[in-house]
T-cell receptor, first 111, second 113 residues
């Protein structure tokens, strides 16, 4: 089948670095996206990787390796406001515009 | 510049009833997608509208239908509500061409009793 796997929860202290892995099984996709969602809020776009390699946006970085069917989101200098759910998602080539999401990773930042 | 807006924010219905949810896309966006998000899960794609037509559909029954208006706003209709339809319904807008980013609204929380 076609699926995205990510850890269910990660806990870290303020100032730490957290890496959220996403492994996927899909026949073809345009790119790997990451979204952040606070409780009761809208998913918010964080990062997009169309090509292999690292994309850096401030404290957040995202990586994609198509040959390994793997990507990750790196959160640096963690802040309390980073406590949220993080979703990886792919836009598949067989369904333009449809985003397929993973189940999400709950990041808990402690003082 | 207003983002994606959805209404209502919360809704309570009983089994068998019908519901209509509304979405206004981000200014300049021409494509609207709808997602269902159960508690603790990722959003699940329902369908996508572009040029007032349904272009893509996920694994949802025909009880789920939609519409897109000339101003790009959209409605999601669910008939014969089931308890399992209780979820957060998210609308996302994007550009048809080159639209790698989808912008989400805050959603409508539907509770079916």
């Amino acid at each position: 089948g076609q699926s995205l796997e990510q850890p269910s929860e990660v806990t870290a202290v303020e100032g730490a670095i957290v890496q959220i892995n996403c492994t996927y099984q899909t026949s073809g996709f345009y790119g790997l996206s990451w979204y952040q969602q606070h409780d009761g809020g809208a998913p918010t776009f964080l990062s997009y990787n169309a090509l292999d390699g690292l994309e850096e946006t401030g404290r957040f970085s995202s990586f994609l390796s198509r040959s390994d069917s793997y990507g990750y989101l790196l959160l640096q200098e963690l802040q309390m406001k980073d406590s949220a759910s993080y979703f990886c998602a792919v836009r598949r080539t067989d369904s333009w515009g449809k985003l397929q999401f993973g189940a999400g990773t709950q990041v808990v930042v402690t003082p | 510049d207003a983002g994606v807006t959805q209404s209502p924010t919360h809704l309570i219905k009983t089994r068998g009833q019908q519901v209509t949810l509304r979405c206004s896309p981000k200014s300049g966006h021409d494509t609207v997608s709808w997602y269902q998000q159960a508690l603790g899960q990722g959003p699940q794609f329902i369908f996508q509208y572009y040029e007032e037509e349904e272009r893509q559909r996920g694994n949802f029954p025909d009880r789920f239908s939609g519409h897109q208006f000339p101003n790009y706003s959209s409605e999601l209709n669910v008939n014969a509500l089931l308890l399992g339809d209780s979820a957060l319904y998210l609308c996302a807008s994007s550009l048809r061409v080159g639209g790698n980013i989808q912008y989400f609204g805050a959603g409508t929380r539907l509770s079916v009793l």
